[in-house]
């Protein structure tokens, strides 16, 4: 008899733009870093490969330092490419995504919701993937920007949902081997997660 078998069988996580020149400007950043954390975590319980920018890394600096991305220790990301187009549709971003089956189940945290989060959405959708939208790990200079590309990008296509809801489901049956690890790390985010939600998804 076959064993229990993932809902979600060919995730991918998205990193977009966490970089530290941004922490003074954008609306509740140490949330979005939070919550990338967490799911950087549950890639790595997961195996799920990572996916990661930076917006123009000369003049804005390198990725936040805490998220550990290409790091000795820390979290070894199949691409982690610089850009200057604003949607991480990048070659680089192709190149890796081709290696994977089709259609990927891609997973986005980062910044902004309206421009960079919004062009990457519309970019994997166009290509036919499917994408997933973390409410609790993406934020905007301006807050009021956040609801209104959310509501957008719910109308092309994309499911918008929070960390923990995408995590259940990636897994959909607690008789897989992962279950335990990942219900530690529910427990060991729980005061993060409740704050995330509580100030970047009560627009």
């Known amino acids: 008899m076959a064993g229990p078998t993932r809902r979600l069988t060919n995730p991918a996580l998205f ?85 994977l089956p089709t259609p990927v189940e891609c997973v986005i945290v980062g910044i902004e919701t309206h421009i960079c989060v919004t062009q990457t959405t519309l970019d994997l959708l166009r290509e036919g993937h499917k994408v997933y939208i973390l409410a609790d790990g993406v934020s905007s200079c301006n807050k009021e920007e956040i609801p209104i590309a959310l509501a957008r990008l719910r109308a092309e296509g994309a499911v918008v949902t929070t960390s923990e809801s995408w995590m259940y489901e990636c897994m959909g049956d607690a008789a897989i081997e992962e279950f335990r690890k990942i219900v530690g790390l529910v427990k060991e985010t729980s005061q993060s997660t409740r704050e995330s939600l509580q100030t970047l998804c009560k627009f």
């Open 15 to 99: 990193i977009c733009d966490v970089q530290e020149k941004f922490r003074p400007a954008i609306y509740e950043f140490d949330k979005v870093v939070a919550t990338t954390q967490k799911m950087l975590k549950a890639s790595r319980i997961l195996n799920i490969p990572v996916f990661a920018t930076t917006q123009n890394r000369a003049r804005l600096g390198e990725t936040c330092s805490e998220l550990g991305l290409d790091v000795p220790g820390g979290i070894a990301t199949r691409v982690h490419a610089d850009k200057s187009l604003f949607s991480m549709w990048t070659p680089d971003v192709r190149k890796g995504l081709s290696s």
